[in-house]
């Protein structure tokens, strides 16, 4: 427990002096060197195409901002500069199309360096980067690191923390080490094995108050892709984003006043990504999210503070599925950064002990939201109700409940008790027919939205600027990358280290080796 908290206390020292407030971008290491690379190619281009097409079609704020790609071989190389996202699909595929063709050279050598000096050339170019915008009258964002790689992602940690120990990490919110284990070639259709044995092992590490988090996944489509959806959560820690309002004497009203609550500050997390967001439709998908909506919350992104205050309990057998409705979230205890490291563990073991109590009463709870501006006495607040599910994890699961306003009238006729054979017969014999699952698992199910939104993404490039990896010029011949995605920034002057220095400068395509005149910079940016 002491390790932990000197991780938080480093984390929020440094924190403090950066609050973040967008999403970060995003730089892709992908070390190719690995001699199962072949395989692990197929399966890496899949999950990262299908996952970046979610993120150019969801509509709202953006989740993943910018996406820079490198690859290690015998050194590193940019595929993609820091290229905007959204409205980008076609220069994205390109790249990946690059990415696909790397097998076809075969394997390659271990990369040595190579993934640390992508990880300092990343850090380069997006300090540069902010630079740009900062001119420009833009914030400066935040930056995360993703690095895949088969060596041991210990080694990789031990070169982390040596070589960047001096550098400036102002920008930096996270790098994340995935080591990704081969297994045995998975049937298409064997889902079950496709996802992972267990969740995986994550290390905090911290160096200078930013993150190294180490984690193991299998290779193959979901793992890959479940990793790549974290891009699209918000992980913001300067705030919680739910207070909970329980009585402080229980839930008997002679012994609990009114006046006097016990708060549960709470995150909320989505549990699945809104369909109207990937309409297409602006104004459904922003009524969708509209976080001043009576009846709905957003936990994405989380731009205020919810207050609800629980009301009743029920009896879990006692709640119709019928009068819930909405998209559920899930409530953890919060992880800001802001508190203090014992308010932080007072609320997370308070938050548990709800939790084990409500599974053990088998109770729900019925919650209403308080208003935000609870002076505001001249507006009719209008007032929404939740009901909140515990669950046998340390989460808690809501969901809006309906209200008398919005019911409409229904009848339920009680069931028959006897049934005619020649109506029952073909009927159980209908249901004897079909394969029984003991849960549901939506992994089994696939509705080929991918595809349709590749298809309403995909804008072909130019047939000039498409040409095969083996058809290219050689590398020593002046040549154009007009399929790659042009940087938005000029590159930075970086000091060739000994390894650097011997390199033919023809072999690097990371586009640091030199620096621009003032002439060729304004070129550059257009």
């Known amino acids: 427990m002491n390790s932990r908290r000197l991780l938080s206390e480093t984390r929020r020292t440094f924190l403090a002096t950066k609050v973040q407030r967008q999403q970060p971008s995003q730089i892709l290491i992908v070390d190719v060197t690995s001699p199962s690379w072949t395989d692990t190619c197929s399966v890496l281009s899949e999950a990262l195409e299908n996952i970046l097409c979610l993120a150019c079609s969801l509509t709202g704020p ?79 964002t935040s930056v995360e690191i993703t690095i895949l790689t088969c060596q041991s992602s210990k080694e990789i940690v031990k070169q982390l923390e040596k070589k960047l120990k001096d550098v400036d990490l102002v920008n930096l919110r996270r790098i994340q080490v995935t080591e990704v284990l081969k297994r045995d070639f998975l049937e298409p259709e064997d889902v079950e094995q496709c996802m992972p044995a267990e969740e995986p092992t994550n290390n905090d590490i911290a160096i200078l108050g930013m993150d190294i988090d180490v984690q193991t996944i299998e290779d193959n489509v979901i793992s890959l892709e479940m990793m790549f959806k974290t891009w699209l959560h918000d992980y913001g820690t300067e705030r919680e984003h739910l207070h909970l309002l329980l009585p402080s004497g229980g839930f008997s009203h002679a012994t609990a006043p009114k006046t006097t609550l016990i708060c549960l500050k709470c995150d909320l997390q989505e549990r699945l990504l809104d369909p109207s967001l990937l309409s297409g439709s602006v104004d459904g998908a922003m009524r969708a999210a509209d976080l001043n909506s009576p009846c709905q919350m957003a936990a994405w992104p989380a731009t205020m503070l919810y207050k609800l205050r629980v009301v009743k309990a029920l009896k879990s057998e006692g709640v119709c599925e019928s009068v819930l409705y909405g998209l559920p979230f899930i409530i953890k205890p919060t992880s800001c950064w802001q508190l203090d490291w014992d308010e932080l563990e007072t609320n997370q073991h308070s938050f548990h002990v709800l939790c084990h109590s409500l599974l053990k009463r088998q109770w729900m709870l019925l919650a209403k939201r308080e208003p935000q501006d609870p002076g505001a006495n001249w507006n009719i607040m209008v007032h929404s109700y939740y009901v909140i599910v515990p669950s046998d994890s340390a989460s808690l699961l809501i969901k809006a409940i309906a209200i008398r306003e919005l019911l409409l009238p229904s009848t339920f006729p009680a069931l028959l008790a006897e049934h005619p054979e020649r109506v029952q017969g073909p009927i159980e014999s209908a249901l004897n027919s079909l394969e029984v699952e003991v849960a549901y698992n939506p992994l089994h199910l696939k509705s080929n939205l991918y595809k349709y939104l590749k298809s309403m993404l995909y804008k072909p490039l130019p047939r000039q600027q498409v040409q095969p990896r083996d058809q290219r010029p050689e590398r020593h011949q002046p040549k154009q990358h007009s399929s790659r995605a042009k940087a938005t920034v000029a590159p930075l002057l970086m000091a060739p280290s000994p390894v650097q220095a011997f390199r033919p400068a023809a072999g690097r395509r990371d586009g640091c080796e030199h620096s621009l005149s003032p002439r060729e910079y304004e070129e550059f940016l257009q």
């Open 62 to 140: 953006c989740r993943v901002p910018l996406l820079s790609l490198y690859v290690v071989q015998n050194q590193q190389e940019c595929l993609l500069p820091f290229t905007q996202v959204r409205e980008n699909f076609g220069r994205i595929q390109a790249c990946i199309s690059e990415l696909r063709s790397l097998p076809r050279e075969g394997c390659f050598p271990k990369a040595g360096n190579g993934v640390i000096q992508a990880v300092q050339d990343g850090l380069q170019q997006f300090k540069q980067y902010c630079r740009h915008i900062a001119a420009g009258g833009s914030t400066n």
